[in-house]
C-alpha cells in the first residue's frame, strides 16, 4: 500500500511519496479547480507516467485540457501561447507536469491567466510594474517528474525574454505554487542521462545555496536542509546507474530536490552564473551545462569555502590526513559519479574559444555570479571555459 506524507513549507502545501499522484482529486477540490490545464511537453505526453496521471483524472470524472508545447527552456512567448489555450478552453486552473521548464512556464501561466501583463516586469525589483495591484493568480499545481530544478518550492521562474533570447529570473510571491504533489513513481521511467543531469542541478542547488555570500552562517534552518539534501543525493546517484528502477532511490532523489528548492532560495554561485549563460546562447539543457561546470566551480571555491566544504565532507563520512586532502577527497568523489554518467564535451552543443568573450560579460552579470563566495574575475571564467573545451570526448 502506498504511503506518503502531508506537509506545508510556507503557504505551499506539499504532498510527498509513492502514489501521491492520487490525491489530485482531493487537491484540485481544495483549490476549487474544475477544469484544469495540464502543461508539459509532447515527449512526456506519450510516457506511461503521463498516461497513469490522467486516466486518474478520468476516472475522478474530472474534465481536462492538455498544453503540450512548452518546450526546454522556454520564452514569453510560450507562456502567452498557453495563456492563450487556457482562456479559450476556459481552464480555471493549472497543472504543471515535468522538469523544471514545465514547472516555471506553469507558474508564469497561471499568473498571465489573471493579469495582462508584460511578464519580464517581474524580473526586475524596481520595475513601476511591482507596485501594482496584482489579480490573484489562478489555482496552480506542481507535479514534477524529474528529481532536478525543485521549483516547485520557490516562488521564481526562469524565462527566456522573446526579445533577447537570455533567460530571465522572475521572482513575485504568487508564482509560488498552492500545491506540490512529489510522487517518485513518476519519475521511475526517466532516462539516466536525464536523472544524471536533473539530479546534480538539484545537488548544486544544495552546494551553491550553503556556500552562497546571500547565506547566512547562523541559518541552522538552510544548513540542515543543505547538509540533508546533499548527503541524500550523492549516495543515490552513485546506486541509481545499476539500479535505476529502484524505488527507494527515486524517492531519495526526488527528496534532495525538494530540500534543494528551498535551499536555492537563500543564493546560488558561479556554477549557475555560467550555466544560465551557456544554456541561453546555446539551448542546451540546463542540468547538463551545470553537471560539466559543477567540479570546475567547487575547485575555485575551495580555499574560500573550505570551511563549509568541511561540514560537508563529515556529512559523507569523507576525511584525509587533513583539511587539503578531505577537501579533495569530496570534490573528487563528486567528479567520480558524475563521470560515470559520460556526459559528452561542451564543445558537442558549439562552445568554442570565440564565444568566450560573450559568455564572459553575461556570466559576470549574472544574479548567481553575484553570490558566489569567492570574488570572480573576467580571467576565472576564461580559465574554467579554457578547460571545458579542452575535453573532447
Known sequence: MDAFMEFKFGNLKIIFGPGAKSSIKKVLSGVQGIRPVIL?????????AFKSFTDGLVNDGIAFEVFSDIQSDPSETQVYEAKIFALNHQCDSVIAFGG?????????????????????????????ALGSVYQKRKPLICVPTTSGTGSE??????????????????????????????????????????????????????????VSTKFTGNNLFVKALAIEGISTIIPALEAIIDNPRSLDLRT??????????????????????IANTIGSYYNAP????????LVDVLTFNRTIASEKF????????????????????FIDRIK???????????????????????IIETSLADKCTKYNPRKVEPKDIDVILDHLIQEKI
Open 153 to 210: 518550492m520557490n516562488s521564481y521562474a526562469v524565462i527566456k525574454q522573446a526579445s533577447t533570447h537570455m533567460k530571465m529570473t522572475l521572482i513575485h510571491e504568487d508564482l509560488l505554487a498552492d500545491y506540490a504533489i512529489e510522487d517518485p513513481k513518476l519519475t521511475l521511467d526517466l532516462p539516466l542521462n536525464i536523472t544524471g543531469q536533473t539530479s546534480i542541478d538539484a545537488l548544486t542547488h544544495c552546494i551553491e545555496g550553503y
Open 336 to 358: 567520480k559519479v558524475i563521470a560515470r554518467f559520460n556526459f559528452a564535451s561542451l564543445t558537442k552543443i558549439g562552445l568554442t574559444e570565440t564565444d568566450f568573450p560573450k
Open 100 to 128: 523544471g521548464s514545465i514547472l516555471d512556464s506553469a507558474k508564469c501561466v497561471a499568473f498571465a491567466m489573471s493579469n495582462d501583463i508584460d511578464l519580464m516586469d517581474l524580473s526586475n525589483k524596481k520595475s513601476p
Open 40 to 48: 508539459t511537453d509532447r515527449n512526456l505526453r506519450e510516457t506511461n
Open 252 to 273: 531519495d532523489l526526488l527528496w534532495g530536490s525538494l530540500l534543494g528548492g528551498i535551499v536555492l532560495q537563500y543564493g546560488s554561485g558561479l556554477t549557475h552564473g
Open 286 to 293: 540546463h542540468g547538463y551545462v551545470i553537471s560539466k561546470l
Open 310 to 329: 568541511m561540514v560537508i565532507a563529515e556529512s559523507l563520512a569523507i576525511q584525509g590526513k587533513d583539511e587539503n586532502e578531505t577537501i579533495d577527497r
